[in-house]
């Protein structure tokens, strides 16, 4: 995507003290040649046209804005610019780091980048990963994270990772340059209406074409992406308004909520729903909470437990609410949903009360809603009101923050003996004996003693004694990671849920990593994923960014081969796929590679990939025609799940 | 119906299942379908959304309503006595539950202000319509005749039409152009229902409190 040379650079600062921000006073030098492509048709015969009359200030403003563009002349007045207001307010934000690649119209802030060494810039190899790193920065540290791109292909290329960010709520903060605005509207060099497309995709969006609207506008975004429901923001901003002087100062937060008067997030529950709330919970005999990414987001765990402790409920989670509570504490009943644990859909099949916290009954977890927890009454708490009977209708619904509103339950609800539920504990527990010993291969070894990826996912959660950030991929990988690991801290998870992004592994785990130097970081992916976004390691590689990458290669598209098997009567088209050696390939990016296709080889090579400072790479070579169960074919209920076919040891 | 966040929602649609307490029915017993949001009673319902005059806000709003599939039957905006507040008028077909997810929606938008459902309130509704009517000298008595009775106005004259201004509720625009039909309609266009809540209270008001 770049468009310049060093070259310009030089040959610009010699007359960068003529400069003058464009667009404030078109120069004569720009209006005289302007006469010279309206000589073939020529003044005189005025026709109507978009091209703006010759001699006129907007034709003066275009041609300086076309010779800016093509000559990139070096701006060095240092007196503060557009560019610096965005460093500067990227600072005042708390950023420490962000995920960039540059391009023509992004670079003044560039030029400037460089006398800010607060702001840790990683350069990554395609806009999709930049994207896809700062959601992976935000979800471990529950800060804002940043990338930003170019114009055109570069903004279009972040649109993945934004929508991404979209639906797994993830306040991550897109930023783009876009042409001069005196260019917009004419299909310039790599223009794009990239506002138009993020506009659906993000929970706000901005086009900035003064320097003066930056202050506000970036700490407004950085306001909306984190408060309330959080949610990714866009910021276009024109490259004339990057270059431009401004004096203008940066808003207070106050001043920000002022300015924002449609943007009033309802944080505590109504006194009367969390009573009504008590009263459903004292009368239940066959609860069950369903803990979701809102737990996580409002950093509410610590309230969940003490809720689930003091309402003897168990805790049961969506694949994004893993982490909410310790899998190992007592009440933690596991995994729901599509390819969540039996017993955990067959609780909720029965339960007689729902307490539903920051989820949003994805069709993913509900599956046919008509048959949907026949016997349950539902309360919801979301801070989204609009979550609140989309998906499910709801018997008590509470808008608030999860923390807020568990904080406000806990001092109201009733106490409960655990002997009072001895005989629901016993049921559950039996269920949950009767699950786990299926589908499971303790051994290592599936058929013909081929690996069997659910073993070494649960080998790499024990050898890094689950203290580690784990980041799944899209497909089979992402079900084995989240049903295999045992996770006992919050935002050690992250998956990409709600879009399932193939290729995201690698790239958000490069983001995950620097947000939380202090654990280990490993990325789960398959073949097919990886192949995605491979580039990536060259970034790991440069910066040093230690990623463990687990590659769960089956030479297949597995999720979609399980898919044809089961509901496509095995036509299996595209689901082969051809892949490099991966060793060979890690080792041409300069990381260190092994190889495991036997269950007695997995600990070795996860003890060597530990021990490497830096990237490291396993290639896991493993049983091709695995599959994951249990499996809740489309449009059927969580009592319909599929748990074998085929073969007798699935 | 106010979908306004600060009331925590209300309660869409019936309860499913069976009360509380209650052990799980044998299996031979169907438990009754959960209702799925958005399948009931499909009306007519006004919606009123106070907006910030900003840039892109009314392609943020039709925007939404695309992308969430609400089907919108007209959208009427303009500005309001506060320069940087706009208003609109949205009437769309839906359940109860669809129309306030509609709204709850619309309350996401960070340019929306306030949202206010006013189906069941009672509210002076009103749009306006020019038609251009086939009326030579012959029929054109006739034409101005029918629009006195439905106090429109004839406000353009041509040799073989005229243009009629009718202002009213939709169906008292619909009952006018229904008769105007017989002549023939050379153009035809509406604005789309504005809509106002009678009494004292004011929704703008209501926004500053």
Redesign the interface.
Known sequence: MTTTTGDERTAGAADGAAKRPPGATPSATAAAPGAAPGAATGPARARRSHVPADGTPTAAAVEQAQKEMLHEARIRHRTRIGADVVCEALIRQGVDVFFSYPGGVILPLYDVLGDYPELRHILVRHEQGGAHAADGYARVTGKVGVCMGTSGPGATNLVTGIGTALLDSIPIVAITGNVPSALIGKDAFQEIDI??IT??MT??NY?VRNADDLPRVIAEAFH?ARTGRPGPVHIDITKDALQQETSAPHPTEEEVVAG????R??FD??PR?LRLAAR?IA????PMILAGHGVLHARAWDELRAFAEKTQMPVAHTLLGIGAIDETHPLSYGYMGMHGWKHVNRAIQ?A??LFAIGMRFDDRVTGN?????????IIHVDI???E????????????GDAKRVLEALLPIVEPVDPAERAGYFEQLAEWRRESEASSWHGSGAWRDGLLSADYVVQRIGELTNHEATYVADVGQNQMWLARYTGFRHPNSHVSSGGLGTMGFSVPAAMGAALGRPDRETWAITGDGGFQMTFQELMTLVQDHIPVRIALFDNKKLGMIRQWQEIVYAGNYHSAHLLGPDFAKLAEAFGIPAWKASRPDQVDEAIRAAQAVDGPALIWFEIAEEQNVFPMMPAGKGLSDLIETWGGADE | MS?D??????????????A??????PAHAA???????GSGQVHRHVLVAI??NK??VL??VA??MR?RNFNIESLAVSHTDEPDVSRMTITLYGDD?AV??AA??L???????KVQDVTAEPTVEHELALVKVRAGERRRGEVIKLVEMYRGRIVDVAADSVIVEAVGTEAEVDALIALLRSFGIKELVRTGSVVMSRGSGSIQEA?RR
């Open positions: 506002n138009g506009l659906p929970k706000h086009l909306i924002l008067p449609g943007f997030p309802t529950g109504h729903q459903e009368r239940a005999k066959r029965s007689d009360l809603v008509r048959t949907y927890a026949p016997y349950a009454r989204d009101p609009a609140i009977g989309k998906n499910v209708a709801v018997e008590v619904p509470i808008v | 979908a966040p600060s009331t925590n929602g209300q309660v869409p649609g019936q309860a499913p299942g069976q509380p307490g209650v052990a799980p029915a438990p009754p379908a959960r209702a799925i949001p907006v910030l840039p892109g392609n943020r925007s939404l992308a539950v306030e997810q709850k929606q309350y996401r938008l960070i340019d929306v202000l926004i």
